[in-house]
């Protein structure tokens, strides 16, 4: 079975930043584009990042665009999320899921459980 668990997440004043990893496993993480997502409360889901198979293009959100940058260890089956100069308005549950037809990521679903980044003024 495809799992993928989020963790890095936590508490950050303005400015700061934090490391997200998404571990997956049961499926070739090799052979999958790559996405980030997130969700705030009371919102809908956001796309932030993605990245293709082997890493060689990335892709970003324009509020994102600048500050975060996506990453991945194949060797690993990982996936990273490196969040600087975080804003309020980034906190959100931030999600990875695998890229499986058109769209970047599917149903919240597959999402695995998800990681909370809260940025305090």
């Known amino acids: 079975e495809a799992r993928q668990v989020e963790s890095g997440g936590g508490l950050v004043q303005s400015g700061g930043s934090l490391r997200l990893s998404c571990a997956t496993s049961?499926?070739?993480?090799?052979?999958?584009?790559m996405t980030w997502v997130r969700q705030a409360p009371g919102k809908g889901p956001e796309w932030v990042s993605s990245?293709?198979?082997?890493?060689?293009?990335?892709y970003y959100a324009d509020f994102v665009k600048g500050r975060f940058i996506i990453s991945r260890d194949n060797a690993k089956n990982t996936l990273f999320l490196e969040m600087n100069s975080l804003q309020p308005e980034d906190t959100a549950v931030y999600y990875c899921?695998?890229?499986?037809?058109?769209?970047?990521?599917?149903?919240?679903?597959?999402w695995g459980p998800g990681t909370q980044v809260t940025v305090s003024p």
């Open positions: 899921d695998r890229r499986l037809g058109t769209n970047w990521y599917g149903s919240s679903q597959y």
């Open positions: 049961g499926f070739t993480f090799s052979n999958y584009d």
């Open positions: 990245i293709t198979r082997f890493g060689d293009t990335t």
